[in-house]
């Protein structure tokens, strides 16, 4: 246990779990104005300290909670305005002590002119507990143990620090400009590291290395508006500017075998700039048109790693760019009462203009040794139409249309088809069937095709192995239902009912038996809301999800493209169960409760079995479960203020083998800790 600071401020609602809402005064009858860009009119504090005997970094990933101790509460929104003049002046703060802290301050005069400056910070605890021997962890130089060592425990945790600020101002009540600018710095140290998959004497070898994080991203976003009755306009300009201070990480010591993995490259600098127009025009009250012209450039030209021989020709950089072309427009209309028109069609063009080279030589028989630029062009279109018919009903239809085109290489190591195009068909039908019962039932028919498939190709020109389409190119028809109700019984309920099921069936090619063959996923939800008297009321809800998918696939495939003497079938899944309840509640005039919780058990399952051949063990099952329970209690010591109890239980179970069971080539070992925490906390609330 650890002791905090007696005082360290925090909001203790948003600091520890979302969905509890920071503490406020009750209701006033009389609703105040909110000024633009505050959350509320009134200015509020409320200060209080809290306590957990209980260290969990996964309950802490993103706040710092993450170590037993006492915390301190603190949050406030200050808010003033200038009667004579209209002017607003807003100071917010959330979490100002915790490591998720944010604090803004804003002055705007409403439909004339405004700024901002904030300040926030985001922090991500590796929730996984780490053991490891290696040196230099944090910095871009590791030392790898040339024997395996277990090693003592490891912290690895990031933080980002963003400053932002922006202003706007409207000329002529038609013309508004607005300009806001981020500065992010980013640093700590991720999971990462150096092995091979490949053949020879570095098969299955991976040494933990982790990744310094040392970067600035900035975010630059200008614009003009231009607004009238019929014709809303906005023009300019958005920028993005990535610089990593760790252009690579180097490794001395570790295996014999992984020796040439050193210096290994990190994410290279690069930035983006993007000119836009967008806009919508209102022909009538019932048509309505939009549109958007977009075109954005995309370069990396960050030096390469200094010191590591290159094929001549090179150069110093990738040169890389990438041009982007968007071209969008849309129209809707209700040519009759009864009757709604939607069209839209959407063009992006992905032209990628990096120079190829060759960076690797000798080439080897899957690769020629250059870089493959990935160029694509999707066109996308809809119609819809929806029609009142008589005795409550509306019908409504659709059709979707996609086509991807992409560019293609020489030397392929998959199947690969230069374009995809996909129809979709969607229909529903609506129907109020009493005063108390509302429900839809839709479906949606979708066909994917494409060019014919081009076989992989070696640098010889032989044609390899070709037995598996990849899932995001091969042919798929899919179907999917969905059935909503609404249902008011009587008047303190309601109940909503929602059930979707979807199927995916993945043709094989001629000649080849094996790759994704079906999918298939079930979605169920229920949820209800009960108003028991104007002090109490209930609500709570279930779900269930099960998602599944099969192919089949065999090991050895010979280079004409046949399977060997065995072939299997996997049959991957994921089904969870959550249901949740809440209650809120005011006993008393001066008194207000309410608890929520929460449980998920979520199972991950892959399932194989031997279609030809010896038998082939499946992977045992992933079991994870999640319990959460919120209470808290209010009470007003005055109108303007009072004292808030919170108390948080959260509760992670999983019996994750991956990480149990694995170890790295230098002795770091990883694991996924179950947890259970209680966390209390008293706090007082002042509104004025």
Same mark, same amino acid.
């Given at each position: ?279 919508? @025009? ?142 979709? @068909? ?15 039932? !839709?479906?949606?028919? !979708? ?150 919780? !929460? ?18 063990? !499946? ?70």
């Amino acid at each position: 246990m650890r002791s905090r600071d007696a005082f360290r401020l925090t909001g203790i609602a948003a600091a520890l779990l979302a969905g509890l809402a920071p503490a406020q005064a009750p209701a006033q009858n009389v609703e105040p104005l909110v000024p633009y860009g505050a959350s509320t009119a009134a200015s509020s504090a409320s200060v209080g300290i809290g306590y957990t005997p209980d260290d969990s970094r996964r309950f802490g990933q993103y706040n710092g909670v993450t170590e037993s101790g006492v915390y301190g509460l603190f949050d406030f929104n200050l808010v003033r305005r200038d009667d004579e003049t209209g002017t607003w002046q807003h100071l917010f703060g959330r979490n100002i002590g915790l490591d998720n802290r944010l604090l803004r301050w804003e002055q705007n005069r409403q439909g004339n002119w405004g700024y901002f400056i904030e300040f926030s910070q985001i922090p991500r605890y590796e929730p996984l507990s780490i053991n490891s021997a290696v040196g230099g962890i944090g910095t871009a130089n590791l030392f790898i143990p040339t024997t395996p060592t277990s090693g003592g425990p490891v912290e690895l945790k990031t933080r980002r620090d963003a400053i932002g600020l922006g202003f706007s101002k409207a000329f002529a009540s038609n013309w508004e400009v607005q300009v806001a600018f981020r500065n992010e710095e980013k640093e700590g140290t991720r999971l990462f590291g150096r092995g091979t998959t490949g053949a020879g004497p570095a098969f299955g070898n991976f040494e933990f290395g982790p990744e310094p994080i040392n970067s600035t991203t900035r975010q630059l976003d200008a614009k003009v508006n231009y607004t009238t009755s019929d014709l809303q306009l906005s023009g300019g300009y958005y920028g993005t500017f990535f610089d990593n201070h760790h252009n690579s990480l180097n490794f001395t010591g570790g295996q014999a075998s992984l020796a040439t993995f050193t210096p290994v490259g990190l994410p290279p600098g690069n930035e983006s700039h993007q000119v836009y127009l967008a806009g919508g @025009y209102g022909f009538s009250p019932t048509t309505r048109a939009n549109f958007k012209l977009a075109h954005a450039r995309a370069t990396q030209t960050d030096s390469f790693i200094p010191g590591v021989p290159l094929a001549p020709g090179i150069g110093g950089n990738l040169d890389g760019r990438v041009d982007t072309t968007l071209a969008q427009a849309g129209i809707s209309a209700r040519p009759m009462p009864k009757l709604g028109l939607l069209a839209d069609l959407r063009y992006e063009d992905r032209d990628d203009k990096t120079p190829v080279r060759v960076y690797i030589t000798p080439a080897s028989s899957t690769h020629d040794g250059t870089n493959e630029p990935r160029s694509i062009r999707t066109i996308t279109g809809k119609l819809e139409a929806n029609y009142a018919l008589p005795h409550q009903l509306r019908v409504s239809g659709g059709i979707g249309y996609e086509e991807k085109k992409r560019n293609t290489s020489a030397v392929r190591v998959v199947s690969f088809r230069e374009t995809t195009d996909e129809i979709s @068909y969607r229909a529903e039908l609506r129907r109020m069937m009493s005063e108390t019962l509302t429900g839809a039932v !839709s479906y949606v028919h !979708s066909i994917r095709d494409g060019s014919p498939w081009q076989l992989t190709t070696q640098t010889s020109g032989v044609v390899g192995s070709n037995l598996i389409a990849p899932i995001h190119l091969a042919d798929r028809t899919r179907d999917k239902v969905r059935l909503a109700l609404n249902w008011n019984p009587i008047a303190p309920l309601t109940l909503n009912f929602q059930v979707d099921n979807a199927w995916d069936d993945y043709k094989t090619r001629d000649g080849s038996s094996i790759g994704p063959m079906e999918g298939s996923a079930q979605n169920y939800a229920i949820d209800a809301d009960y108003v028991f008297s104007e002090q109490w009321r209930a609500t709570a809800w279930y779900s269930r999800n099960n998602t599944k998918a099969e192919q089949t696939t065999c090991p050895g495939a010979s280079s004409s493209g046949v399977c060997g003497a065995q072939t299997f079938q996997a049959t991957v899944k994921n089904l969870s169960d959550n249901v949740g309840i809440g209650v809120r509640g005011k006993p008393a005039g001066m008194i207000e409760i309410g608890a929520d919780l !929460s449980y998920s058990d979520i199972k991950d399952e892959y399932q194989q079995q031997a279609l030809i051949g010896a038998p082939v063990a !499946s992977l045992p099952n992933v079991d994870t479960k999640l319990t959460r329970l919120n209470l808290f209690g209010r009470y007003a010591l005055q109108k303007n203020s009072g004292v808030r109890l919170d108390y948080i239980y959260d509760r992670y179970k999983t019996d994750d083998w991956t990480w149990s069971t694995w170890l790295y080539a230098d002795g770091t070992a990883l694991s996924d800790p179950n947890h259970t925490v209680h966390f209390a906390g008293v706090s007082y609330y002042h509104r004025f």
